[in-house]
C-alpha cells in the first residue's frame, strides 16, 4: 500500500502564494506520474497539474486556469511533489489532493488539503 502525505495549504489572499507538498511513502513501485488535483466547492474533482516521471518525458500539464501562476515539481529521489501556487484567485478555492500513478498503473490518493483564498 502506498500513502500520500500532504503538507501546507491554507489561507491566503489573492495575489499571495502558498506550497502544496505530497510524500509518498510505503510499497511504492517506481511513480510513473505524480500531481495535484483539486474539488472546488460544489464542483466535481478537476486536475492542477501533474508531471511524469523522467522515463516517461518529465513535462508537466496544466490546466488552463492555472498555467503562468502555479508551478509542479518533483524530488524522485525522495518521492515528493510540490506544487507551487503564485499569484493565488479566489476561484482557486478548493480541497487539493495529491495524485500518483505507479508504473503498473496503481492509483494513489492523499487525504486532501484545504486552500482558501479570500480577502
Known amino acids: 500500500q502506498v500513502q500520500l502525505v500532504e503538507s501546507g495549504g491554507g489561507l491566503a489572499e489573492p495575489g499571495e502564494s502558498l506550497q502544496l507538498s505530497c510524500a509518498a511513502s510505503?510499497?511504492?513501485?517506481?511513480?510513473?506520474?505524480m500531481g495535484w488535483y483539486r474539488q472546488p466547492p460544489g464542483e466535481e474533482r478537476e486536475l492542477v497539474a501533474i508531471?511524469?516521471?523522467?522515463?516517461?518525458?518529465?513535462?508537466?500539464t496544466y490546466t488552463d486556469s492555472v498555467k503562468g501562476r502555479f508551478t509542479i515539481a518533483r524530488d524522485n529521489v525522495k518521492n515528493t511533489v510540490f506544487l507551487q501556487m503564485n499569484n493565488l484567485k479566489p476561484e482557486d478555492t478548493a480541497v487539493y489532493y495529491c495524485?500518483?500513478?505507479?508504473?503498473?498503473?496503481?492509483?494513489?490518493w492523499g487525504q486532501g488539503t484545504q486552500v482558501t483564498v479570500t480577502s
Open positions: 508531471i511524469p516521471s523522467a522515463e516517461h518525458g518529465d513535462i508537466p
Open positions: 495524485h500518483a500513478r505507479d508504473i503498473r498503473d496503481f492509483e494513489f
Open positions: 510505503g510499497n511504492l513501485f517506481k511513480l510513473a506520474v
